[in-house]
Antibody, heavy 120, light 110 residues
Framework: QVQLQESGPGLVKPSQTLSLTCTVS??????????WSWIRQPAGKGLEWIGH???????NYNPSLKTRVTISVDTSKNQFSLKLSSVTAADTAVYYC????????????WGRGTLVTVSS | QSALTQPASVSGSPGQSITLSCTGT?????????VSWFQQHPGKAPQLIIY???NRPSGVSNRFSGSKSGNTASLTISGLQAEDEADYYC??????????FGTGTEVTVL
């Protein structure tokens, strides 16, 4: 059974860089049928797509976050990662990693999510 | 990119049918059949219930059905049950090769 698990610091100081990793278990991350995504949700608010990466290295980012976001993949570790720079309190949210279906453009598998708080 | 527009809340009695809407533009919902719906219970991760406008993943109840007309997609929940009380989000592929979510609808079972 394929599972995704987010990991990383739960507290980040303003102006610093938020870094999270998603570990994929039960299948190879190199499967070309999928892309690997980050999605976030502030408390009491809706979902926001951050971006995704194919294992070829091709990325797509939300235009509103594009200047601050980097998503990378490490196929040897079956992991992909998110870096969000210059964070503010507005970046406080539950961050989900998710598997995207390349040909269906949907998210069929999600991690449980991890809360990241931006505060000094 | 702007979030797709969903009603903030919809309610219904057990056994009834309700319909949730998701309105976008010709650059997203209206231009592609890659519209999905997700169900999210409190404190849980979203779960895919509809993809490509009308298709249900294996294991999802056939009480959930999707459709689309123009720039508006819809999710119908038939035979409403207490367990359907949750938040529902739509998503769509866009002409910019990005993905966008809807604002979300809270479903209450009266």
């Amino acid at each position: 059974q394929v599972q995704l698990q987010e990991s990383g610091p739960g507290l980040v100081k303003p102006s610093q860089t938020l870094s999270l990793t998603c570990t994929v278990s039960g299948d190879s991350i190199s499967n070309d049928n999928y892309y690997w995504s980050w999605i976030r949700q502030p408390a009491g608010k809706g979902l926001e797509w951050i971006g995704h990466i194919y294992t070829s290295g091709i990325t797509n980012y939300n235009p509103s976050l594009k200047t601050r976001v980097t998503i990378s993949v490490d196929t040897s570790k079956n992991q992909f990662s998110l870096k969000l720079s210059s964070v503010t309190a507005a970046d406080t949210a539950v961050y989900y990693c998710a598997r995207g279906q390349r040909w269906l453009q949907t998210f069929d598998l999600w991690g449980r999510g991890t809360l990241v708080t931006v505060s000094s | 990119q702007s979030a797709l527009t969903q009603p903030a809340s919809v309610s219904g009695s057990p056994g009834q049918s309700i319909t949730l809407s998701c309105t976008g533009t010709s650059s997203d919902v209206g231009g592609f059949n890659h519209v999905s719906w997700f169900q999210q219970h409190p404190g849980k991760a979203p779960q895919l219930i509809i993809y490509d406008v009308t298709n249900r993943p294996s294991g999802v109840s056939n009480r959930f059905s999707g459709s689309k007309s123009g720039n508006t997609a819809s999710l119908t929940i038939s035979g409403l049950q207490a367990e359907d009380e949750a938040d529902y989000y739509c998503s769509s592929y866009t002409s910019s090769t990005t993905l966008v979510f809807g604002t979300g609808t809270e479903v209450t079972v009266l």
